[in-house]
């Protein structure tokens, strides 16, 4: 695993190196700045308060915040994928081939051409709830700070850094849920191909 995660890595540094080295370079070039609203006397401030930006972003380095974001992006989907496969067999599984009985399986789970080999019951303890309350009660929080940004006369940074927790604790409050609370089932499959 840490060797796929070393050559993604690799992969991710030798497509943002060279975008990196172009930005640097062609920094002088204000035909190719994308100006931002700033100043007291806009209601969109985009540069105040929460990180200290410029007033003006070349496209080269938009574009390279963009593929930031995009493979942060990717990394978080990877984490949660492994923390979902992971815990979800965390529990001993059921062989139904072994005699032990199964709950009701919906009837397209197990037919002719496709079987159960593992059950793997919900863990549902105490931690999960935790997490659960955990993530749940951020989503209200950021949700009422995002719904007080969008409502205000003020238009910041702040409104899109509510707006990703919000989006972040409503998945992994999804994710929680998915994980410790739904049982895990591997199923194979006959194939024609």
Do not use: C, K
Not at 43 to 68: C, D, H, K, N, R
Not at 173 to 192: G, K
């Amino acid at each position: 695993m840490r060797r796929e995660t070393a050559i993604i890595l690799v992969l991710i540094g030798i497509v943002l190196m060279p975008m990196w080295g172009i930005a640097i370079a062609s920094g002088g070039n204000s035909f190719e700045q994308i100006p931002l609203q700033s100043g007291a006397d806009v209601s969109l401030a985009p540069t105040g308060q929460f990180v200290t930006m410029p007033t003006e972003i070349s496209v080269y380095v938009a574009g390279i915040v963009s593929w930031i974001a995009l493979f942060a992006l990717v990394g978080v989907l990877y984490a949660q994928v492994r923390y979902a496969h992971n815990v979800g067999r965390r529990t001993e599984p059921l062989y139904p081939d072994e005699g032990d009985s199964l709950p009701y399986m919906p009837d397209f789970l197990h037919n002719a051409h496709r079987r159960i080999i593992a059950y793997y019951p919900a863990d549902a303890s105490l931690r999960a709830v935790w997490l659960m309350g955990l993530f749940t009660f951020l989503s209200a929080v950021f949700a009422v700070l995002f719904a007080g940004e969008v409502m205000g006369l003020s238009r910041n940074q702040f409104l899109g850094f509510y707006g990703a927790i919000l989006a972040l604790s409503l998945s992994e409050t999804v994710l929680m849920y998915y994980t410790h609370f739904m049982p895990t089932i591997e199923v194979a499959e006959e194939r024609d191909h």
